[in-house]
């Protein structure tokens, strides 16, 4: 079993950072190789670039819940969010289908039914 995990590329595990500005400030964030590799498909989706992405993700989460406790760990947790509701068909694996064109109700609807830990609170 665990060869299936162990066998991973190392470069995917690798760390490295980015600079995004939020609100203004230049920020560093640091993220396993494979995380910002699907930022960058999420991103991507929509027009934008990963930088871009980061800023409207932290935006939307400060409007949302009015503090952002640890930014890194929560875009690793929306890069799951995205693969487990790919992996489900709440998100079209067609990457020229915008994220911004999908109901988000449904989408959340779908991923519920078949993986309730994606929209657990």
């Known amino acids: 079993m665990c060869q299936v995990f162990i066998s991973a590329d190392p470069a995917l595990y690798a760390s ?8 203004g400030v230049t920020t560093s964030i640091k993220l396993e190789n ?3 590799q699907v ?3 999420i991103a991507q ?6 930088p871009q992405l980061c800023a409207k993700l932290y935006d939307e989460l400060v409007a949302e819940r009015g503090t952002v406790d640890n930014f890194a760990s929560f875009l690793r947790v929306c890069c799951g969010r995205y693969l487990a509701l790919q992996l489900c068909g709440a998100i079209p ?9 999908l109901n988000t109700q449904q989408v959340l609807a779908a991923g519920s039914q078949s993986r309730p830990w994606v929209n657990a609170a």
């Open 93 to 101: 694996r067609d990457a020229a289908i915008s994220i911004a064109s």
């Open 34 to 36: 494979l995380f910002w």
């Open 45 to 50: 989706r929509d027009g934008m670039g990963v």
């Open 16 to 23: 490295r950072a980015r600079s995004v500005r939020l609100h």
């Open 39 to 41: 930022l960058g498909e």
